[in-house]
């Protein structure tokens, strides 16, 4: 079936240091969305990107889209123990899947 | 702000029970689904619905099966539990392509 392969499954890094995970489908996507999940939580939306090569930010957060629409990824510049939690990515259109998640823990 | 509400935080049943988990939506949305979590596999799509009285199977559908009767309402039943479908179940309704999930529901098939 359609996936997206989501990398790496788990992040730890030391506070301030950056962080990324990576989502790569075998298929053109028509848009993805990136969704949080802090530990004991439910995902929540993040944002969602739909055009070609498209990069948008929130404060620290940087997130980007492949210029084939085949693969994103979300960036986080001088991690914060608030960033702590499970990044997921989420193709939409016709089936929904969701990538296996980035699983980011923090050392104070 | 948009609410979902999933009727139970955790639930422990025994092997062979139905269960019933409940999910209502308080924003008129048509789309709901529900998924499955566990490590390492992330979120799995069991069954979703456009529409009141309609549904679909998602990847995971063995098992399980569904229910809406009213638009706020979509319920996901396991007509006979085992240990295998131990698991943490979230709800999510959809407005415009935001998925809006409930706080899940953990349940645990003894």
């Known amino acids: 079936g359609q996936q997206v392969m989501q990398i790496p499954q788990y992040q730890h890094v030391q506070e301030g240091e950056d962080f990324t995970t990576y989502c790569n489908s075998s298929?053109?996507?028509?848009?993805i969305q990136w969704y949080k999940q802090r530990p004991g939580g439910h995902p929540v939306f993040l944002i969602q990107?739909?055009?070609?090569?498209e990069v948008k930010k929130q404060k620290r957060l940087t997130f980007q889209f492949g210029e084939a629409k085949k693969n994103s990824s979300l960036h986080i510049t001088a991690t914060q123990t608030t960033d702590v939690g499970t990044y997921f990515c989420?193709?939409?259109?016709?089936?929904?899947?969701f990538g296996q998640g980035t699983r980011l823990t923090i050392n104070p | 702000d948009v609410k979902v509400t999933q009727s139970s935080r955790y639930l422990v049943k025994r092997t062979g029970e139905k269960v019933f988990l409940e999910c209502v939506q308080d924003?008129?949305?048509?789309?709901m689904f529900w998924y499955r979590q566990d490590p390492g596999l992330g979120l799995r799509l069991i069954y979703f619905?456009?529409?009141?009285?309609?549904?679909e199977k998602g990847d995971i559908p063995e098992g399980y099966s569904v229910s809406r009767e009213k638009k706020e309402r979509f319920s996901l039943i396991l007509e006979s539990a085992s240990t295998n479908q131990t698991s943490m179940y979230l709800c999510?309704?959809?407005?415009?392509?935001?998925?809006?999930f409930g706080a899940g529901t953990r349940l645990s098939v003894l």
């Open positions: 924003m008129d949305h048509e789309n």
């Open positions: 989420l193709k939409g259109a016709q089936k929904l899947v």
């Open positions: 619905s456009y529409d009141v009285k309609m549904k």
């Open positions: 298929t053109t996507l028509s848009n």
């Open positions: 990107l739909v055009k070609s090569g």
């Open positions: 999510a309704s959809t407005g415009g392509d935001i998925q809006y």
